[in-house]
């Protein structure tokens, strides 16, 4: 049994592929890209008119270091879609700016000059917040990034750089010259200054550069000197006071963006929202520390920040307690809106920060991996799923999940979905019945004969680790019952 999502993602995603210059009608690396971004209703886009001699081809010139990727089987299970009668908009205003999409790069390593941020707009990215400009000499270790693999794909980034390099007046000439040569891109300034006046400084400096927003990073987890990034945004007071100085000098919006090393984001979030912030971005990196001799820094380690897959569900939770505060939501009056940033790779992830409440999200660690190119399949992707729905503007999946968001004390206690083994999927691995006697309640047991599982109904609790450790995805839901007493 082929799980051609699994086999997609072996892929190197090589540049200038040596698997599509063979295939001599198609595109078979831009198809399995497809899929492993998680777009293989659209895959077959790149292989009309592809015979079996092409893929053949195609996956003998593979140069995979291990085993080459087995491109017949997955293309030849992907299915052909009809052609979509129209492609969605995917136009959304962000604190009333006009973005073509949702898709923003982050104020990071993947945006530090003007031929980077050209390079990303020219690929189809709407706007970039900018690597964080500021007065102080920026002084960067070597090495100065690690990575929690997961194969051949980072599943958590680690990394201890800092801001812009670049001489502050050469950051806002370029960003001067991507609004003027880029006017229907959303440029923004992300800044960082010591004291009042140069927050204050730097925000006008970026108004007058024709930016359409500045954004206060009160959040790098990893800055050389005390009293900065992270240092500010974990204390409400000081968050309110940089926001205030800047939004009563600039006319242009204001967004602060949010430390996720603090226990309340509320708590720093309404600083902001007091001290006139038009937006929120969250989450920067988590404080983290990674083992390797190869990351080290003559031989010495520290404290740095942490991003990539691993984060999502804790920049989620932070977006869900913000976008469920009902004076930062507009109950009481200004609404602020919300960015959001952590583990995006795939349009499925960026919907899903839609849905908690964003209205745009930023992308920092698949671009270190995977390029720009990725815009493609996050484009594409949404807008299929809008299609399918019958969605025809992209503000109608904003927030739409928060009302399913509920306390803890709030949720039904009283019934339970039991598993079910689906035994045409179910390959007799056992996994399952291991899972469910060391980390479960016994409730499952296993024919050594047959190879096969067999629900215990009157032990099962409904606790799904079963379903969860399937390799197969065998083991699916029953109906909601009630709990027998």
Not at 91 to 96: D, H, P, Q, Y
Not at 138 to 153: C, T
Not at 335 to 355: K, N, P
Not at 382 to 388: F, G, K, P
Request: net charge negative.
């Amino acid at each position: 049994m082929l799980h051609i999502h699994e086999e997609a993602s072996r892929c190197l995603l090589c540049e200038e592929a040596p698997c599509t210059k063979a295939c001599q009608k198609g595109d078979p690396a831009r198809a399995i890209r497809a899929i492993r971004f998680d777009n293989a209703k659209n895959a077959w886009r790149w292989l009309e008119g592809c015979t079996d001699a092409d893929l053949q081809r195609a996956e003998q010139a593979c140069i995979h270091y291990d085993i080459p990727i087995r491109i017949r089987e997955v293309l030849h299970s992907v299915e052909s879609y009809d052609k979509l009668t129209c492609q969605p908009s995917l136009a959304i205003t962000f604190c009333g700016v006009p973005c073509e999409n949702p898709f923003f790069l982050a104020s990071s390593a993947v945006c530090t000059n003007y031929d980077m941020v050209a390079r990303a707009f020219e690929a189809g990215w709407a706007g970039v917040f900018y690597k964080t400009i500021c007065k102080q000499d920026i002084r960067e270790v070597s090495p100065r990034f690690d990575a929690v693999k997961e194969g051949s794909s980072f599943a958590g980034f680690r990394n201890m750089e800092q801001l812009s390099e670049n001489p502050y007046e050469e950051d806002f000439d370029i960003l001067h010259r991507l609004k003027q040569n880029y006017p229907t891109k959303v440029v923004v300034a992300s800044i960082m200054g010591q004291f009042e006046e140069e927050w204050i400084e730097l925000a006008k400096m970026a108004e007058e550069a024709g930016c359409d927003a500045v954004e206060l990073n009160f959040s790098c987890p990893q800055m050389r000197l005390v009293g900065l990034g992270s240092d500010i945004g974990q204390e409400p007071e000081l968050v309110n006071a940089y926001t205030t100085f800047v939004r009563r000098n600039v006319n242009i919006p204001v967004i602060p963006k949010m430390t996720p090393n603090v226990t309340q984001m509320n708590r720093v979030a309404m600083g902001a929202y007091f001290g006139g912030a038009d937006a929120i971005s969250a989450i920067n990196t988590i404080k983290s520390v990674t083992m390797s001799k190869e990351a080290a820094v003559s031989e010495k380690k520290t404290i740095s920040g942490y991003s990539g897959k691993a984060v999502k569900p804790i920049a989620q939770r932070f977006i869900v307690e913000m976008a469920s505060n009902a004076v930062l939501s507009g109950s009481h009056g200004k609404r602020v809106e919300l960015s959001g940033i952590g583990g995006i790779e795939t349009w499925r992830d960026a919907l899903e920060f839609m849905q908690l409440g964003c209205r745009n999200v930023q992308v920092c660690t698949a671009v270190m991996q995977y390029g720009y190119r990725i815009i493609d399949d996050l484009v594409l992707g949404l807008q299929t799923y809008l299609a399918e729905r019958g969605i025809e503007r992209l503000e109608d999946v904003v927030g739409e999940e928060l009302p399913n968001f509920v306390l803890p004390s709030d949720l039904d206690r009283e019934t339970l979905v039991f598993p079910k083994v689906d035994y045409e999927k179910c390959i007799g691995c056992g996994r399952c019945y291991v899972s469910c006697m060391d980390g479960g309640h016994q409730a499952i047991g296993f024919d050594t004969a047959t190879r096969q599982p067999r629900i215990i109904g009157t032990k099962c609790v409904g606790c799904h680790l079963c379903r969860l450790v399937c390799p197969t995805n065998a083991i699916g839901l029953t109906k909601r019952i009630p709990k027998r007493h």
